[in-house]
């Protein structure tokens, strides 16, 4: 047996007990050690093409600390200095960190809290979205003071991309594709396409991308490999360094989609594992990831040079099963670690 037959071995039994148990209808999977592809392929029936859906954050994320090596911006800027709808009162004490965080008080993603009211989107005017997007977040208000509490924000997102595009001249997409994609040699993946669509002028930073699973990795392995891709520089040490250390106060609670205050750890831009918060499951310690509602993740840990992902689409687009998408995580942790 060779030096990964094991993990791959495991990874099959785990994948092919979702599909069995009719949680997923397919897989898709690659792990990448030290550069190397260790592991891959498929079960079921996976399509080629991944809705990356909100692991495209930490390719924002990423995008937003290219911005702070080259001068342009610092984490802790306030939203203000680049957006002046900003600039008045109670939006004033937001920063880059915060929106990066999830601790900006914006309007939480739609489905983490159903008893409120936080559809901004449809206050959006079609006729004008360009001018009405940023308004209808604003108009919901604040939830908490900035960086007082931890909510899974869209929103906040989508203003990260705003902020690119007023920074650059350039789509947020278009910088991604530009300047990581491409880089990362991710020729395939592309930005989601839709006529008519307010996504079309929203940007897409908060959800937008999809990918082939294998070119997932790619940017995983740039990652792992201290922001380096076959030699060309993405991102630096320091800029990892944000992505891989809490920027939370020790303790801060999650109370999204009725965690009932389990605690959170936080990058700049991406969850940081912990393993005394979520001892249930082991990736690694400071080992980064993100989870998509398109059924994926991306999981990074720079010490060992892993970088895996995996798409395991749901039986029911309706219900989330951590088992396939956290517990894969588990399966490939316990492996290494």
Not at 259 to 288: D, L, M, S
Request: contains cysteine; glycine residues 10%.
């Amino acid at each position: 047996m060779t030096e990964y037959q094991e993990l791959e071995r495991r990874l099959c039994l785990h994948l092919q007990s979702q599909i069995a148990a009719g949680r997923i209808h397919g897989a898709r999977y690659c792990v990448s050690v030290k550069g190397r592809m260790a592991v891959s392929g498929e079960l079921g029936t996976a399509e080629p093409l991944t809705e990356l859906q909100s692991v495209t954050k930490l390719f924002t994320a990423v995008a937003i600390l290219q911005l702070q090596e080259r001068g342009r911006l610092r984490l802790t800027d306030p939203v203000a200095k680049f957006l002046p709808e900003f600039t008045g009162k109670p939006f004033s004490k937001i920063t880059i960190l915060h929106l990066l965080t999830h601790t900006s008080g914006l309007v939480a993603l739609r489905d983490a809290f159903p008893e409120r009211d936080t559809d901004w989107e449809a206050g959006i005017d079609r006729g004008n979205v360009a001018g009405s997007w940023i308004p209808a977040i604003l108009k919901k208000g604040l939830f908490f003071a900035p960086g007082s509490r931890w909510e899974y924000s869209k929103a906040g997102f989508c203003i990260l991309g705003e902020v690119i595009r007023r920074l650059t001249g350039q789509r947020a997409e278009d910088y991604i594709r530009e300047r990581i994609l491409l880089p990362c040699e991710m020729k395939k993946s592309c930005w989601r396409a839709e006529p008519g669509s307010i996504w079309n002028t929203v940007p897409q930073t908060a959800a937008g991308l999809l990918a082939p699973v294998e070119e997932l990795v790619q940017f995983g392995v740039m990652l792992a490999e201290g922001g380096l891709y076959k030699g060309e520089r993405v991102l630096t040490k320091a800029s990892l360094c944000a992505l891989e250390t809490n920027q939370l106060p020790e303790g801060m609670q999650d109370f999204c989609w009725d965690h009932g205050g389990r605690k959170v750890a936080y990058g700049a831009g991406c969850p940081v594992y912990v393993p005394g918060y979520e001892p249930w499951w082991t990736v690694g310690e400071r080992t980064i990831y993100h989870e998509g509602s398109g059924a994926c993740m991306l999981l990074v840990n720079r010490a060992e040079k892993l970088a895996a992902a995996w798409s395991v689409p749901f039986a029911d687009r309706g219900v989330w099963i951590e088992e396939a998408v956290k517990g894969t995580a588990d399966v490939i942790g316990r492996y290494f670690f």
